[in-house]
């Protein structure tokens, strides 16, 4: 079961360069939420500093609170190795391990985590591939294969599949179809649309049909603020916001 | 708003998307005069015969396979001199020359075997040290170190590359084999003396003095490849560890390491290459002595050193003959060692997967 997400107070800096501006931010359990906003505006370092991925670039850092159900990610006690395990995440280039085999690709996670039970682990790969939409395509070459040979499509939702095997109770994707044809994107919305049921899933885009696809709620970002956010329908028919209007209706971006 | 340090892509083209932006200005600049200059050159070339000034790609294709023959042509030279020169020992002593164990120029006697041995087990002593200090010299340099540091580390790992085999032999002579003699191998004959490894008289010099001189000096070569090759790796890989919830360790084992570690294969070859052919500081620690002994601290002695000190005062023709056979030996022993490293690799790889992502 996916759980909430509570931020509050999120600055972020790339050294001295300040890329978010006190961040305030509800997520709900079990639903899409997007996160729009034009290039360079902070989306990415939003949802990094999310499961603490921000920190593991030099000179970065973030400073605020973000509580995830019971985890207080940004705690003194808290520990970004279990954070990150807690908090899956898909990146926008699709990232198999090339080296390894399509079934060594989403066991990766188990056998970081200390999973030795085979037939338990045979079952989670399944169950991740099939949530992931891949398993029918890959079933009969999951050991033959290696994750670089799949195609591109096939290699993100690869990846999906590997962030889902370790059970993550939250969801971060940022852009994960924009680098994919269209029929591969419409796989993964879907697939975004499924997960739902049991994850919490942020999803960046910069694609604002899609944002208006897949998610519930919206918050749109601009040069490190959070502008506005709320429902999606909401953020797209009637923003409370000019910038967010200008925006959407393709005045600025 | 630039791009150009987007953390999830530090690859993507998009990076330098604004250079155009500040050339516009100075384009602006390029006088008219410029312009038709260009354009008239242009209307040279379009009319002029192209064929004529061109290298046909028939021309091109023979030269670089003259090149590539040249290689194999001088790989085969150098075995036939080699064949030719030892053929009187070739006659003399048979096949039997490669695993005999004896070498007495007085009694007109020669066997390779102690050679091979030597060249062998000081090889293998120094990689086995070498191998994992490079690997963790890399490894600091290129995931841990602050990065002022790291140029200082990689500036003085090269630095030990550049340092001449006499150097290492005189340091082993007087730094290392006293070292050696006084503490550390009566502590290895105390804790491992049980194994048989090491045993016997402590002389300082010796094989193990050997090994140790060698693995220092292949180090620079395995690291700074082991270096190149990790930094290859691309950031995404070691994200996606990090991101399924793993420790530094693990990220650089399952991120960066196995990514890298056909290149890292290939830079032992080297290392290994450069470990059999090593002259003269070896010769100046091993000891010398054509003798097969069990333990590391008894001398001996490798092909490349039997060469290199007996040549010039070998006194006969079949002692001459001897020793180009001990080098014929020799690019024998690296022709295997470097088919087997090969096999090695494909094993790794399952002759299929390579490494890029
Ligand atoms: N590694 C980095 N080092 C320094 N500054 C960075 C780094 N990554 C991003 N920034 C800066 O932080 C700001 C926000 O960048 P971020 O990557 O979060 O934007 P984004 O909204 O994801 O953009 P895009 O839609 O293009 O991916 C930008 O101004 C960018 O220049
Ligand atoms: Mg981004």
Redesign the pocket.
């Known amino acids: 079961m996916g759980v909430g997400i509570e931020v509050r107070g999120l600055n972020a800096w ?2 001295k ?1 300040q ?1 978010l501006n006190s961040i305030d931010m509800t997520v709900a359990a079990n639903h899409v939420t997007a996160v729009i ?10 949802v ?1 500093c999310l499961n603490r991925m921000h920190e593991t ?1 030099p ?2 850092r973030a400073e605020g609170s973000v509580k995830v159900g019971e985890m207080d990610v940004y705690g003194s006690g808290s520990d970004p190795v279990e954070v990150r395990r807690r908090i899956g995440m898909v990146f ?1 280039k699709p990232n198999p391990f090339p080296t390894m085999s399509i079934y060594d690709n989403v066991a990766a996670g188990l056998k970081l985590n200390g999973f030795r039970n085979r037939k338990q682990m045979d079952e989670l790969v399944e169950r991740s591939l099939k949530l992931a939409a891949l398993w029918e395509e890959v079933k009969d070459s999951l050991h033959k294969k290696s994750g670089a040979s799949l195609s591109g499509g096939q290699q993100q939702r690869l990846c999906i599949a590997r962030a889902l095997a370790v059970e993550p109770e939250v969801l971060l994707m ?2 994960p179809a924009s680098a994919l044809d269209p029929i591969s994107t419409s796989k993964i919305e879907e697939l975004i649309f499924q997960l739902k049921q049991h994850y919490t899933v942020v999803i ?1 885009t ?1 694609n604002m049909q899609q944002a208006a696809r897949v998610a519930e709620f919206t918050g749109f ?1 601009l040069m ?1 603020s959070l502008i506005e956010y709320d429902k999606t329908e909401k953020i797209f028919t009637t923003p409370a916001d000019k910038r967010t209007e200008d925006y959407i209706t393709g005045r600025f971006g | ?8 892509n530090p690859t993507e083209p998009l990076g330098q998307l604004p250079k155009p932006a500040t050339a516009i200005p100075s384009m602006a600049q390029v006088s008219k005069e410029r312009k038709t200059a260009a354009s008239t050159v242009l209307q040279k070339i379009r009319t002029s015969h192209p064929r004529a000034s061109r290298i046909p790609d028939s021309v091109f294709a023979v030269i670089i396979l003259l090149s590539a023959i040249s290689v194999f042509a001088i790989v085969v030279l150098v075995a036939w001199e080699l064949i030719d020169k030892s053929r009187l020992s070739l006659h003399q002593f048979g096949i039997g020359f490669f695993y005999g164990h004896d070498w007495d120029p007085v009694a007109g006697s020669f066997g390779a075997m102690p050679f091979i041995y030597g060249t062998l087990v000081s090889s293998f002593l120094a990689l086995l040290m070498a191998v994992p200090l490079s690997i963790g010299v890399a490894v600091y340099v290129t995931e841990m170190c602050p990065q002022r540091l790291r140029a200082i580390i990689s500036f003085l790992v090269e630095l030990l590359a550049a340092i001449p085999s006499v150097i290492y032999g005189l340091w082993g002579i007087f730094v290392l084999a006293p070292l050696l003699r006084e503490y550390v191998e009566p502590f290895l004959a105390r804790t491992l003396g049980w194994t048989g490894l090491f045993t016997g008289p402590m002389y300082g010099l010796g094989m193990l003095a050997a090994g140790i001189i060698m693995a220092i000096m292949v180090v620079p070569v395995i690291a700074s490849i082991t270096r190149e090759v990790m930094t290859a790796v691309p950031q995404n890989q070691r994200e996606a560890v990090l991101a399924l919830g793993a420790t530094r360790w693990e990220m650089i084992r399952m991120g960066v390491l196995r990514n890298a570690r056909i290149g890292i294969v290939g830079g032992v070859i080297l290392g290994l290459g450069r470990a059999l052919g090593e002259t003269m500081a070896v010769t100046m620690v091993i000891g010398n002595r054509p003798e097969i002994a069990k333990s590391l601290f008894a001398p001996g002695y490798t092909m490349a050193s039997v060469i290199a000190n007996e040549f010039t005062e070998a006194t006969g023709d079949l002692y001459l003959s001897a020793l180009v056979e001990i080098g014929l030996a020799l690019f024998i022993v690296t022709l295997i060692v470097n088919a087997l490293a090969r096999l090695l690799v494909w094993s790794i790889t399952g002759g299929t997967a390579r490494v890029r992502a």
């Open positions: 790339y050294g360069n890329s906003g034009p290039s360079g505006c902070g989306k990415s370092t939003y990094r670039i000179e970065a926008q940022d852009e960046v910069h970002f490190g | 708003m630039s791009d150009s340090v987007d953390p999830m």
